[in-house]
């Protein structure tokens, strides 16, 4: 048994690929997560851009690797050895998580020259309006019908809402 990489998820055409099977979990998944570091970050460092552009690729690539080795382990055959493709296939396969912190994570660099202040609040627009694409992408390439990919649409926004909520409860 191998572990299922992005070869059997993605709805690509090719050798070993499954045809009709979308997968935007890491992109959905990676923009919550950047939605999560952007509200609990806290802008009061020397450097806050910098710092928070880095929260944000470094978080990415922590959950990155953490989603890579609970695959390999969860997943591994007893009495087989982990093999390097198959770490190299879940890790492409994962790698959207850590992708979903670039728009973000530019959204910050770019702030100054965009003429805003609000520097975490443009980034938290970017990840969660990222999120809300992803999810509706996903379901649309999935053949979903324009009212379930609305459905999952308005779910992930009320999913980027609360973190929203949450970064107005702790006042940052």
Known sequence: MTVPGPASRRR??????????TDYAGAVYGSMLAA?????????EPHPRLALILLLVVTGLVFW???????VAGQREAGRQVTRRQVREVGRHEWPIVEAAVLPALAVLL???L??????????GVAVAQQVG??????????AAPRQVLA??????????????????VGH
Do not use: M
């Not at 690509?12 to 099977?21: C, I, L, Q, Y």
């Not at 003429?115 to 938290?124: D, P, R, V």
């Not at 999952?152 to 409860?169: F, H, Q, R, S, Y």
């Open 12 to 21: 690509v055409p090719g050798p070993d690929r499954a045809e009709g099977r």
């Open 36 to 44: 999560s570091v952007i509200a609990a970050s806290s802008l009061t």
């Open 65 to 71: 690797a953490a989603h890579v080795y609970a695959h």
């Open 111 to 113: 702030s100054p020259w």
């Open 115 to 124: 003429g805003t202040g609000q520097t975490a609040w443009l980034a938290l």
């Open 134 to 143: 992803w999810a509706s992408l996903g379901a649309r390439r999935a053949g």
């Open 152 to 169: 999952e649409g308005a779910v992930n926004l009320l999913l980027g809402l609360v973190i929203v909520a949450a970064k107005v409860a």
